[in-house]
Nanobody, 124 residues
Framework: VQLQASGGGLVQTGGSLRLSCAAS????????MGWYRRAPGKQRELVAA???????NYADSVKGRFTISRDNAKNTVYLQMNTLKPEDTAVYYC???????????????????WGQGTQVTVSS
């Protein structure tokens, strides 16, 4: 099982970007999916998360500007980022806290998968 993130880039203040993260491999169900970020010199922080049923949670700094969504049929999570600010500059990582997968015919929940990270840079 792998998570593949995409959609980062360079944008001016006030601009928008959309991040995507798709899970591939033997994936039958995914519990909560989320986006984290790590800015230079700072600790990784939760940006937004969404449960399988669609319950969302946002960091205060992005409320009203970012929207997280998911497509369970495609095992994909999205992050629509609007009104971007320079302080949003960071490497963004997607996460799946539990994935139902299979190995040698045995189904089990595997924990804590991470994507490779995608750079978001907001210029002032």
């Amino acid at each position: 099982v792998q998570l593949q993130a995409s959609g980062g880039g360079l944008v001016q203040t006030g601009g928008s970007l959309r991040l995507s993260c798709a899970a591939s491999g033997s994936v039958f169900s995914i519990d909560t999916m989320g986006w984290y970020r790590r800015a230079p010199g700072k600790q990784r922080e939760l940006v937004a998360a969404i449960t399988r049923r669609g319950i969302t949670n946002y960091a205060d700094s992005v409320k009203g500007r970012f929207t997280i969504s998911r497509d369970n049929a495609k095992n994909t999570v999205y992050l629509q980022m609007n009104t971007l600010k320079p302080e949003d500059t960071a490497v963004y990582y997607c996460n799946a806290d539990r994935i139902l997968t299979v190995d040698s015919g045995t189904y089990y929940w595997a924990s804590d998968y991470w994507g490779q990270g995608t750079q978001v840079t907001v210029s002032s």
